[in-house]
């Protein structure tokens, strides 16, 4: 080996070995945005818990959320930590709460009564969250309100900061144009995203399956940090004479609706770029009365967040008639693919596709090709003629369903679920809905993955220092069956309809796993590992016992909620799952420890570092009973025994 040949030898190794210059999770030990960093990246480079000690984690303190609405509502709050204290929602009515990071005792609350539209608001949930911004004097909390109202709070006393909107507030409906009164139509369900001196508003709408395919457009709008005035609106929907609106054939987008950004999105707070996970248009199964690829339905845009201008954008799925909107928090992470250096943004789809690009260009980092898809024969309706296919990474779960994917945990189970799809269209991903009663006799499609995906809500995390995302998925197919409404409430020739898919013998009608983890190597686009979510579901498990089949391990129909640290990879099971928590060697996936927690994780997990000790703090509950927040921390060593007195002289 010659002497040039060492030296690039040892500087790529060095070259490898140092965290890329970009997002790096969290820092100075606390949690401040949802998502860890404006990036997504769900990281902390905290390592006091370590696979050594992780077996010595205890409940240190829980707060619980009894008598705050409809407090038994599964709680998808997220926590931010800053400066000692938690900021947090709760209940239905998205009361804010700030808590000691160190007991959980309660600071301050401020909580809003919206009346009508409260009652009538779309995704009434507890919300996913609260924002926190300062300038070195001035500290707010951001929330958004169920009945769609920005709100700026004092994060010492909670009070409404009065420079902001109207004594503290801007009503978001006055930004929106309809032809009819807004309440019940538009909402939200992720916090807002703040940099570069602006605040993001992701709009959520009524969900789309059924509802009037002219409900109101979900523009985004980029507001004042200190003063809540609006900056720009961008047109998700494009007007006449803007960019894309020749993609909405037969002047469609004059009339469409929906088109939200209903999950949690990222910035890049150096470059100026916000990066927007859009949702598709009305309706989700029929799309006939919108034809074309419709932009910008479906797609990951990145836009100026100072003047909401498209930098770049990307379809991924045209004409969108699976519900397949981008679902996830677009996910910030810097890595050597196959040895050169990409600013990177990983979109994880409810598809099971990790589609990747350069933050910076758009471009893809790996091809992605318009490969054709099956074309249907629900009247009216129009096709795309192919859809975009990463080459790589792989897919991260089941994707399409043939009778190779049919549960097959005895041959009469098998045969019983080959006699049942029969009575259904069953086909590769893209595989077009179907009428409840089709020409051909079947019943509707029966889709994988379903409307709920695959990736959703929960997305991902990314460990800055290795390259790695993981992302915790789901198998649970959806029947879509179009049926002609019974009146003309939708204004649209069908609707989605159907029921349940059908099980085999209390079986779910797909095999194994119903849950994954899967661990991304993304300067390989590879994977790296993958295992099942959790064990064998209670239920399962006696059915199976019934009839005295031995199944393997196979994971709960659920999500798991993610977060990576310097040392491990912690997930609960999420909702659908088990009451469960768990920590991982994020090399491998190993299972070093696990625990029974009071309910299922419904919040994504974050961690923090508060007087010396670090903390892993998540939302549980089983839709039953009020939801809470569960503080687990390593207990601290044991006092030193005092010395003995010394004896009187």
């Keep these: 080996m010659t002497r040039r040949l060492l030296y690039v030898l040892l500087i790529t190794s060095l070259f490898c070995a140092i965290p890329l210059m970009?997002?790096?999770?969290?820092?100075?030990?606390?949690?401040?945005?949802?998502?860890?960093?404006?990036?997504?990246?769900?990281?902390?480079?905290?390592?006091?818990?370590?696979?050594?000690?992780?077996?010595?984690?205890?409940?240190?303190?829980?707060?619980?959320?009894?008598?705050?609405?409809?407090?038994?509502?599964?709680?998808?709050?997220?926590?931010?930590?800053?400066?000692?204290?938690?900021?947090?929602?709760?209940?239905?009515?998205?009361?804010?709460v700030a808590a000691d990071a160190g007991t959980g005792e309660t600071l301050w609350i401020w909580r809003m009564d919206e009346g009508e539209r409260y009652q009538r608001a779309p995704r009434r949930t507890s919300g996913r969250g609260v924002t926190y911004w300062a300038d070195g004097?001035?500290?707010?909390?951001?929330?958004?309100?169920?009945?769609?109202?920005?709100?700026?709070?004092?994060?010492?006393?909670?009070?409404?900061?009065?420079?902001?909107?109207?004594?503290?507030?801007?009503?978001?409906?006055?930004?929106?144009?309809?032809?009819?009164?807004?309440?019940?139509?538009?909402?939200?369900?992720?916090?807002?995203?703040?940099?570069?001196?602006?605040?993001?508003?992701?709009?959520?709408?009524?969900?789309?399956?059924?509802?009037?395919r002219e409900n109101v457009k979900a523009d985004i709008n980029g507001y004042d940090v200190r003063t809540g005035r609006k900056l720009w609106t961008f047109h998700t929907i494009p007007r006449a004479g803007e960019p894309g609106y020749e993609t909405w054939l037969n002047g469609s987008a004059d009339y469409t609706g929906n088109v939200g950004l209903w999950p949690p999105f990222s910035v890049d707070s150096e470059l100026g770029y916000v990066y927007l996970p859009i949702e598709a248009g009305t309706n989700d199964a029929y799309g006939g009365h919108r034809p074309g690829t419709n932009l910008y339905s479906s797609s990951l845009v990145c836009a100026d967040i100072r003047t909401g201008k498209i930098i770049w954008h990307?379809?991924?799925?045209?004409?969108?008639?699976?519900?397949?909107?981008?679902?996830?928090?677009?996910?910030?992470?810097?890595?050597?693919?196959?040895?050169?250096?990409?600013?990177?943004?990983?979109?994880?789809?409810?598809?099971?596709?990790?589609?990747?690009?350069?933050?910076?260009?758009?471009q893809p980092v790996w091809p992605i090709e318009e490969r054709p898809?099956?074309?249907?024969?629900?009247?009216?309706?129009?096709?795309?003629?192919?859809?975009?296919?990463p080459t790589k990474p792989p897919a991260f779960d089941r994707q399409g369903l043939t009778p190779d994917d049919l549960v097959d945990f005895t041959p009469a189970i098998k045969q019983q679920a080959l006699q049942v799809v029969e009575g259904y269209?069953?086909?590769?991903?893209?595989?077009?809905?179907?009428?409840?009663?089709?020409?051909?006799?079947?019943?509707?499609?029966?889709?994988?993955?379903?409307?709920?995906?695959?990736?959703?809500?929960?997305?991902?995390?990314?460990?800055?220092?290795?390259?790695?995302?993981?992302?915790?998925?789901?198998?649970?197919?959806?029947?879509?069956?179009?049926?002609?409404?019974?009146?003309?409430?939708?204004?649209?020739?069908?609707?989605?309809?159907?029921?349940?898919?059908?099980?085999?013998?209390?079986?779910?009608?797909?095999?194994?796993?119903?849950?994954?983890?899967?661990?991304?190597?993304?300067?390989?686009?590879?994977?790296?590992?993958?295992?099942?979510?959790?064990?064998?579901?209670?239920?399962?498990?006696?059915?199976?016992?019934?009839?005295?089949?031995?199944?393997?391990?196979?994971?709960?129909?659920?999500?798991?909620g993610i977060l990576v640290t310097k040392n491990l990879l912690f997930a609960g099971e999420g909702w659908g799952g088990q009451p469960m928590f768990r920590a991982y060697d994020k090399r491998t996936g190993e299972i070093i420890w696990e625990t029974q927690i009071p309910g299922v994780q419904t919040g994504l997990p974050m961690t923090y570092l508060h007087q010396g000790r670090q903390y892993v703090v998540f939302s549980t509950g089983d839709g039953q009973t009020p939801a809470q927040l569960v503080a687990f921390a390593v207990p601290p060593a044991p006092a030193a025994p005092a010395a003995p007195a010394a004896p009187a002289r």
Excluded: C
């Design 425 to 560: 269209r069953i086909g590769p991903l893209f595989t077009p809905p179907a009428l409840a009663a089709s020409p051909d006799g079947t019943k509707g499609l029966i889709a994988v993955p379903g409307f709920t995906g695959g990736a959703n809500w929960e997305s991902g995390a990314a460990d800055p220092e290795t390259g790695f995302v993981y992302v915790g998925s789901q198998t649970l197919p959806t029947l879509v069956a179009l049926v002609k409404p019974q009146n003309n409430q939708y204004n649209s020739d069908f609707i989605g309809g159907g029921g349940q898919v059908p099980q085999i013998e209390g079986f779910p009608l797909v095999k194994p796993p119903y849950g994954r983890i899967t661990a991304y190597d993304m300067n390989r686009g590879e994977i790296a590992w993958q295992t099942v979510n959790g064990d064998t579901p209670p239920a399962i498990k006696a059915r199976a016992a019934q009839q005295g089949i031995t199944l393997p391990k196979t994971g709960s129909s659920s999500r798991a």
């Design 373 to 389: 898809v099956p074309k249907g024969d629900v009247p009216g309706e129009w096709y795309a003629p192919t859809q975009p296919f």
């Design 22 to 96: 970009a997002q790096y999770g969290t820092t100075t030990g606390e949690w401040r945005v949802t998502s860890g960093d404006a990036g997504g990246t769900r990281y902390s480079a905290l390592d006091q818990i370590t696979r050594d000690n992780v077996k010595d984690l205890k409940v240190a303190w829980t707060w619980k959320s009894d008598n705050f609405g409809r407090s038994e509502l599964k709680n998808e709050t997220t926590p931010i930590m800053v400066n000692g204290v938690l900021y947090f929602t709760a209940g239905d009515r998205r009361a804010v």
């Design 314 to 362: 990307h379809q991924l799925v045209h004409h969108d008639i699976w519900d397949l909107d981008m679902p996830s928090t677009p996910i910030l992470l810097d890595f050597n693919a196959n040895g050169r250096r990409v600013k990177g943004v990983v979109q994880l789809t409810k598809q099971a596709f990790a589609y990747v690009f350069d933050r910076v260009t758009g």
């Design 137 to 212: 004097q001035d500290e707010r909390i951001y929330t958004i309100t169920p009945g769609f109202r920005l709100v700026a709070l004092n994060a010492k006393t909670g009070q409404p900061v009065q420079s902001f909107g109207q004594n503290g507030m801007a009503d978001l409906f006055n930004d929106y144009t309809y032809t009819e009164e807004l309440t019940g139509k538009i909402g939200n369900s992720s916090p807002p995203v703040i940099s570069n001196g602006v605040i993001v508003v992701g709009p959520a709408l009524l969900v789309g399956n059924r509802v009037n």
